[in-house]
């Protein structure tokens, strides 16, 4: 009786492009949790994940989309959204006893002073250790929405059409774009308070 060929069929989540489980590998036999960050255009989801062999155990969990409750009025999706995000995360793994984790961002690209190291950044800032190159982080003014606001303040001047046209939904929230950055300060020292 002749051998045929054997196939094996990759796992689904490899299939699909969803998984590297090469990666996840060396992550988990690093032996921290994980901090695994996804985004996609309108929200980010922070979590902090132990690895469990009968299934993974998260200790603490953000999606920007709960950042309403500390009055985030405006887009969820951006850097600083991004950067509270993981600073709530942050703290709630640290009420979970969580003091380190390792860098888990997918598939995704990795891109120097993206949405995803403004979470890390923020989950670093809520004092959780995760090894990572400062030079990584957006700057400061980027954290802290101030690009936002010199974006307004010159859209503003030159063109009042365009700039009503993309700040919509600031203004139509009664948000003005001219005071991101104080209202980023406010909902960070109210996440703070509550969950520190």
Not at 69 to 76: I, N, P, S
């Amino acid at each position: 009786m002749a051998k045929g060929n054997t196939h094996t069929v990759p796992f689904r989540r490899r299939r699909t492009g969803q998984t590297d489980y090469k990666k996840r590998r060396l992550l988990i036999e690093s032996g921290k949790p994980r901090l695994v960050v996804r985004k996609s255009l309108k929200n980010v989801t922070v979590q902090v994940v132990l690895y469990s062999p009968s299934g993974d155990i998260v200790k603490a969990s953000v999606n920007s989309k709960q950042l309403d409750k500390f009055g985030l009025k405006t887009h969820a999706g951006n850097i600083p959204s991004a950067y509270l995000t993981g600073y709530a995360a942050g703290l709630r793994a640290k009420k979970a006893g969580v003091k380190e984790a390792v860098f888990d961002h997918g598939l995704t690209r990795s891109v120097t002073g993206s949405r995803l190291y403004a979470a890390v950044k923020g989950i670093i800032d809520a004092g959780v250790v995760v090894p990572c190159d400062e030079s990584a982080f957006p700057a400061e003014d980027r954290l802290t929405g101030k690009h936002i606001e010199a974006y307004a303040a010159h859209l503003k001047k030159s063109d009042e059409e365009l700039y009503k046209k993309r700040f919509s939904g600031y203004l139509a929230q009664k948000v003005e774009p001219s005071s991101i950055s104080s209202q980023i300060a406010t909902i960070k020292d109210k996440i703070t308070a509550e969950l520190k």
